[in-house]
Every structure is written in structure tokens, then in C-alpha cells.
């Protein structure tokens, strides 16, 4: 029998990019099958019940979706080369840092691939290869449907106009800077091995923002560390990396920038969204840094991200709960993460991601047809 996993993946993912890279470097055996079309319609859509990328099948023939969840489940049975520390501090601050950079920089990735014109064209060129290629149309029609589809979604549909580009430009730029200190300073976030947190900053680093021209130009110019840990990082492997984490209760002096970005920028929006949910909107206005997003969509998988988050720091004991919040509170950090408690999304009242709860039949299954991956759930 075969004992490797198989991902089904795409060159051109998000969050492919991201479980690769993890992959590699826990040195997990996996055979990689680049989805088209027909593959999405296929058996990605008849065993999750979405066409999104990257899920897995394990050897025993189990199906496994979500980046972040499937890491979880390989820890819990890979302990060799631990990217989540024990110290309860550093813990958390990577579990907030990895869905920060798994959720908040998916707008600019989106925004830079999808509203310059060569990026577009470049992309939607690649799409039309590669995930379109059996479908029975012309190429130069499928790659002009892709570019006004991802517009149209990710773009246009999710708060990106003319009173928010320069905010959404920012979010990169601003991260580039705060990342190229770190590396500057060391080989990865934490110290001298990956964590949590390198991955989820991989996501949108590795398949968008060092290969797609527009944000590339952007790094190489201003944060060749970050170009160089992105290599790093592809190339790391958890028992020939030498280096450590710091001390614990201690982070990096450079954290606390990302900190800072975390409670100014995505808590308040995380928090946002989730009350949209709770009064069953499907739009809501919100104001981020002095930037007025009007008509975001509400994403019901961001609402079950705060609250998993919220889940992490009620299972630690009081003393350790007592020192995250003190140093999310230093970072304005705390009091969005819980504002107006908790609120329940639901979304996965009847599975355990990563694994996959049974599809719907019948009609309710194609709803799965050319869904946004936000609902429910992202990659």
C-alpha cells in the first residue's frame, strides 16, 4: 500500500503554498495532484462538499480540508520538529499572528493580483492553464472570465475602492517593513526555526506576494529579508535546522509592531464581522485605521477564527491567562479579541476539521459551484 498522503493543491494557492511548506518541513510523505476543473467538480467537491484547495487524503483513505486545522492534526501525531511552543505566551501570540496573516492579508494578496493590469494578466493567463484547461472553451475566454470573477469577488466585493486602496496597499507594505526588521535580526519569526506563525505569513508571502510582479517589485526593493526567509522557509527542514525559540514569556522585540497591527487593525474587524452574523446581516460598514470599508461581505468562517481564538486563551490556566492578556492589553489587543464575548458561529456544529462532514446531496451539492472559499470555510 501507499503510505504517503496525497494533496490536491494549485501552483497559484494561497494556502496551498502555506501546507506545502509545512509539509516539507515536518518531512511528511505526500504526492501532490495539481487540481483542474474537472478535479474541483470531481472528487474535491464529492468529498468535502466545496471545490477549494488544499485538502488532503490519508493513506486510510480519510479526507482532510482547512491549512490551519490540518496542521493541528499532524502535530498532534508528529511531535518531532513542534512548530507550536509549550510556553503558553508564545503559544497564543502565534496562533493570533498565523490566522492575522492567514485572514488580513488576504484583501492586499487578492487586491495586488487582481487590480493591476499585468498581474491579472499574467494570472489569469496561468488559471486558464492550468485549473481551467479541460474545460471546452478557449483559452483567451476562460482567462478573461477568471480575471472579472476574482475582480468582482475579491476586489471589488470585499471593501476595495477608492477611499480604501491606499489602507489595503498598507496592510502589505507595513507588514513587509515589520517582517524585514525580524529577519534582519534572525533566520525566522520566532528565533532560529519556524513556528506557527511562519507559515501563516508563508500563505500569502510564497504564491502571491514574492511571485506575482507587482508586490515582488515591492519586496525585492524594500524587504530583501523577507525574500530571503521566504526561500528559507521553503527550504527548511525540522531536523537540519539548528536554531531555537527564546526563553519563555519572552518574544521577539520585534512582535510587538505585529501586536499593534493585530489589535488596531484585524480584532476590530473580526469583531465586526461576527456581530454582523449575530444580527444575520450579509453586509456591514466598518472603519479600520481611519479607513471607511462599506459593504463588506460577512464571512462566516472569520467568525469561527475569533472565536477559535477566544477558545486557545480559555484553556489556559490563570496564571497563564493572566500574562497573554497583560501583553495583549499593552497592545491594544485584548479588549477587541472579547467584545461582546463570544459569539457562536456554528459552522462546525457537525464535523471536527480537518476531516470532512458528509457532503449535501442532491441540489444543495452544487451550491458548491463557483463558491467563494470564505462560506463556509477558507483553505
Known sequence: MDDRYTLYGMDVSYFTGKLEAYLRYKRVPFRRIEATWRTLLGPIRRHTGLMKVPVMVTPAGHWLQDSTPIIDWFEARLPAGAVLPADPLQAVCCRLLEDYADEWLWRPALHFRWSYRRDARLLGDRIAAEVTCDLPLPHRLRAAAMRRRQYRLYVAGDGVRAETRAHVESIYTATLARLDAIF????????GRPCLADFGFFASMFRHFSLDPTPA???????????????????ARHDTVGGDWPAAGTLPDGWGALLDDLGAAYLPYLHANAVAWRDRRRRFDCDIQGA????????????????????????????????????????????????????ASHLHDRDHP??????????????????????????
Request: with cysteine; glycine share 6%; net charge positive.
Open 354 to 379: 480537518p476531516e470532512c462532514a458528509p457532503p449535501a446531496s442532491g441540489w444543495r451539492r452544487w451550491r458548491a459551484v463557483g463558491r467563494s472559499p470564505w462560506n463556509p470555510g477558507a483553505a
Open 184 to 191: 534582519a535580526a534572525q533566520p525566522f519569526l520566532l528565533g
Open 292 to 343: 471607511p470599508y462599506r459593504n463588506l461581505p460577512v464571512v462566516h468562517y472569520r467568525v469561527w477564527c475569533r472565536e477559535r481564538l477566544q477558545q486557545h486563551v480559555d484553556a489556559l490556566a490563570d496564571d497563564a491567562r493572566a500574562t497573554v492578556r497583560a501583553r495583549l492589553e499593552a497592545h491594544g489587543a485584548w479588549q477587541p479579541l472579547w467584545r461582546d464575548g463570544v459569539i
Open 217 to 235: 517589485r515591492i519586496m525585492r526593493d524594500t524587504a530583501p529579508a523577507v525574500y530571503a526567509w521566504v526561500a528559507r522557509l521553503w527550504n
